[in-house]
């Protein structure tokens, strides 16, 4: 079974930095691409970052600040976020797409994604 769990949400100071996990279970890193999305209130799910066995991609928006790992041994991706930013504040997700080496043209796009984790609350105070 498929599992994504998500952690580090935090109430942060606007300038800090956090470091996001997601901890898969029923399936490797090895073969699968992981990405990180966000969701503001009143938005839509944003792309940010992806990470998979052969590629790596990020968001235009997210150039600079984000940063996204995995560590396969303990079978899990990070997402760290430097200089945070009161329009940060949203709930960050993880997911993946199913058996993949790489991340694909449309990732970006939350309609590729077949599994989700349920998402970690981050709020960047001014």
């Known amino acids: 079974q498929v599992q994504l769990v998500e952690s580090g949400a935090g109430l942060v100071q606007s300038g800090g930095s956090l470091r996001l996990s997601c901890v898969v279970s029923?399936?490797?890193?090895?073969?699968?691409?992981i990405a990180w999305f966000r969701q503001a209130p009143g938005k839509g799910r944003e792309g940010i970052a992806c990470i998979g066995a052969i590629d790596g991609k990020y968001a235009d928006a997210a150039e600079g600040r984000f940063f996204i790992s995995r560590d396969t041994m303990q079978n899990t991706a990070y997402l760290r976020i430097y200089n945070l930013k009161p329009e940060d504040t949203a709930v960050y997700y993880c997911?993946?797409?199913?058996?993949?080496?790489?991340?694909?043209?449309?990732?970006?796009?939350?309609?590729?994604?077949?599994?989700w984790g349920q998402g970690t609350q981050v709020t960047v105070s001014s």
């Open positions: 997911a993946t797409r199913g058996p993949s080496t790489h991340c694909g043209p449309r990732w970006l796009s939350d309609n590729e994604y077949d599994y």
């Open positions: 029923g399936f490797t890193l090895d073969n699968y691409a």
